[in-house]
């Protein structure tokens, strides 16, 4: 997470990720689920169930890290400014990755580009609970790090090598938001030129 992009893992940009991409793979696991729970949560404002199945970080200065992101994640997904949807997901053992999708209207001169970005959710099943791990404790944290073994590393592969490769193939949008942006660009620029061209006068 950074926490869910700072939470966000941010990998490449497409007009919406979830209704730009046709692709959509296996939603239905445990661990895809249970992202889905803390979608549902975090518009709903209940950060108090969500924190349930949220890993806490062992060190104090990256709990108050992971609970203002987690706040401040939950209140732009509360508010609409963030829709995220769950795309996919891989289970090794008792590691997970879930694939997400997050959309994002930027307004600019009056005009909307849908932007978007992949993000990944990690999750540790700890007896019969699927944990979500924050992304400020993947790495470097007593508890998360104990963990660790060969299936952390197959998911992981998962994510860095196979699933993005499968998402970009099912991007058809991608160029028209490219083409939005550069429209924009040249419209700004035009608009620039002629404010410098008027005080010439």
């Not at 696991?29 to 349930?52: L, R």
């Not at 959710?121 to 944990?131: A, C, F, P, S, V």
């Not at 193939?169 to 083409?179: G, I, L």
Request: glycine share 6%.
């Amino acid at each position: 997470m950074k926490f869910l992009a700072t939470i966000v893992c941010s990998l490449f940009i497409f007009a919406g990720a979830a209704n730009a991409t046709s692709y959509i793979g296996d939603i239905t696991s445990g661990p895809a689920k249970q992202v889905q729970q803390m979608i549902d949560d975090f518009k709903t404002g209940d950060i108090e169930k969500a924190q349930k199945y949220i890993v806490e970080p062992s060190d104090e200065k990256k709990k108050k890290i992971v609970y203002k992101m987690r706040d401040q994640v939950s209140n732009k997904i509360a508010s609409g400014d963030f829709q995220y949807s769950v795309i996919d997901s891989k289970v090794s053992g008792n590691w997970a990755v879930v694939a997400v999708g997050v959309d994002h209207n930027l307004k600019s001169e009056g005009e909307v580009v849908k932007s978007g970005w992949l993000r990944n959710e990690i999750l540790y099943k700890n007896g019969d609970q699927w944990m979500v791990i924050p992304q400020a404790i993947r790495y470097r944290d007593p508890k998360v790090d104990g963990w660790k073994n060969a299936d952390f590393e197959k998911v992981m592969d998962w994510w860095k090598f196979e699933i993005r490769k499968t998402i970009s193939q099912y991007n058809p949008q991608k160029e028209k938001a490219m083409a939005q942006l550069k429209k924009q660009q040249e419209k700004q620029k035009a608009k620039e030129k002629a404010e410098k061209e008027k005080a010439k006068k």
